[in-house]
């Protein structure tokens, strides 16, 4: 089993909807919870981070972690055809830079103009 | 700044072959890692470095080989290629505390 797992999708939706990304872990001690942005053949670039359990906004995104169900979830507001790409969550032990990231296989998201 | 670099962005090699991925930052950052990309499999630590002269290995570490020798270099070695090593390679790099920054990635194929 994956420490991290997360749903491959594809995942269609049309603009303006809202979205769900979610991921589950398993690694109890995990504390650092991260999601990043990956364009098509282009490298990741950090979207959010969360420390611990609860909600973190910025702008049209919403980062959720609730360690009690081991759960990890993005919504996109609003959504855009430029929030196509592929979501990746991460974890991590600490937020120190040395600190091994875990990462989800990764969501590809389409948003139907 | 040019942030993270990585050359080069393609290659093909045949079997048995080897070849250097290179990696450059100007971050001044302390923190460097090596990360395979594969359908379903998400990103894999191959290789990271807390510093010049200090690496240590990742999830996967066989095949390949990582030295540090300055804060703004961090190439990865491959000794002998195998077609299970095809895969798209991406170059970290952070502070001892905060985001990694990811490079454009190289994309491998091994024939």
């Known amino acids: 089993q994956k420490e991290v797992e997360q749903d491959p999708g594809p995942l269609s939706v049309p603009e303006g909807a809202i979205v769900s990304l979610n991921c589950t872990y398993s690694?109890?001690?995990?504390?650092?919870f991260m999601w990043y942005r990956q364009y098509s053949r282009k490298g990741p670039e950090l979207l959010m981070y969360?420390?611990?359990?609860g909600n973190k906004e910025d702008g049209r995104f919403t980062a959720q972690v609730d360690k009690s169900s081991k759960y990890i979830s993005l919504f996109i507001r609003d959504s855009q055809p430029s929030d196509s790409a592929t979501y990746l969550c991460?974890?991590?032990?600490?937020?120190?830079?040395?600190?091994?990231?875990?990462f989800g296989t990764g969501t590809r998201l389409t948003i139907i103009p | 700044n040019a942030g993270v670099t990585q050359t080069p962005k393609f290659q093909v090699l045949k079997t048995g072959q080897s070849m250097t991925l290179q990696c450059a930052q100007d971050?001044?950052?302390?923190?460097m890692s090596w990360y395979r990309q594969d359908p379903g499999m998400g990103l894999r630590l191959i290789h990271y470095?807390?510093?010049?002269?200090?690496?240590d290995q990742g999830e996967v570490p066989n095949g390949y080989n990582v030295s540090r020798s300055t804060t703004e270099d961090f190439p990865l070695r491959l000794l002998s290629a195998a077609p299970s090593q095809t895969s798209v390679y991406f170059c970290?790099?952070?502070?001892?505390?905060?985001?990694?920054?990811f490079g454009p990635g190289t994309r491998l194929t091994v024939l």
């Open positions: 690694n109890s001690a995990f504390q650092y």
């Open positions: 969360t420390y611990s359990s």
């Open positions: 991460a974890s991590a032990l600490s937020n120190f830079g040395n600190e091994k990231l875990t």
């Open positions: 470095s807390v510093g010049a002269g200090i690496t």
């Open positions: 971050m001044n950052h302390e923190y």
């Open positions: 970290a790099s952070s502070y001892s505390s905060g985001e990694q920054f």
